[in-house]
């Protein structure tokens, strides 16, 4: 009964091919995220979807595109794989609400390496 | 905007040593503050939450109390194990914006 479930948990690719990241939250949650986690361990958001629309477009190379095709599932899509892509990509999910309802609860994490 | 600041540098300790990790805000509105944990090879974890200020946060035998005066948001735990060895993150959220500020993280490691 994982909460929130990334697959696969981990990638490893050469530089040029195109790769897809799922993710699935069965938490009832409206909203999930992309996050993408560097080598020196440092996080950062990449997108936000909320009912299905996007409401979070940080600074992302265009190459990756995320798709959420109902409020359970936010997919990752990554184009054209470069070698700077290689890093912990972690989705998370919350529920939109009072204040102490919006905790984001996290997935394994999928670790990707381009070679 | 929003940012989270931790102390730089790994933390080494001891069995049963006192732990503090020190986390330090700014925001813009009146912000909900977050520890997660990553135990290696792992994903994040949340370890406690505040969502006011004075409020104290506890889990696993750790604290932390939101103090709006210092903006901060300090982890304690009295005595540590070796199963504490793990990356430690302070995050933050203000109220309607999706967007959680992490820290750069702690990584801390406790030796028998």
């Known amino acids: 009964d994982t909460a929130v479930s990334q697959t696969p948990k981990y990638l490893v690719t050469q530089m040029g091919n195109d790769k897809s990241i799922k993710c699935e939250q069965n938490?009832?949650?409206?909203?999930m995220y992309w996050y993408k986690q560097d080598s020196k361990k440092f996080l950062k958001i990449m997108f936000s979807y909320n009912n299905k629309e996007l409401i979070i477009n940080e600074t992302v190379p265009n190459r990756f595109s995320p798709k959420s095709p109902d409020k359970a599932h936010l997919n990752l899509h990554i184009n054209s794989l470069e070698l700077g892509d290689s890093a912990v990509y972690f989705c998370?999910?919350?529920?939109?609400?009072?204040?102490?309802?919006?905790?984001?609860?996290f997935g394994p994490g999928t670790r990707l390496l381009v070679l | 905007g929003n940012s989270v600041t931790q102390m730089e540098g790994p933390v080494t300790l001891s069995e049963e040593a006192f732990l503090t990790i020190n986390c330090t805000y700014t925001a813009t509105g009146y912000p909900s503050l977050f520890w997660y944990v990553q135990y290696p090879g792992e994903g994040l974890q949340l370890l406690l939450k505040a969502t006011k200020a004075d409020d104290k946060g506890s889990n696993k035998g750790f604290e932390a109390t939101y103090r709006k005066e210092t903006t901060s948001f300090h982890l304690e735990k009295g005595s540590v194990q070796v199963s504490d060895s793990a990356v430690y993150f302070c995050a933050l959220r203000t109220y309607g914006n999706n967007r959680l500020a992490f820290g750069k993280g702690n990584q801390v490691v406790v030796i028998p």
């Open positions: 998370a999910s919350s529920q939109t609400g009072h204040r102490e309802q919006e905790t984001q609860y």
């Open positions: 938490l009832g949650h409206d909203t």
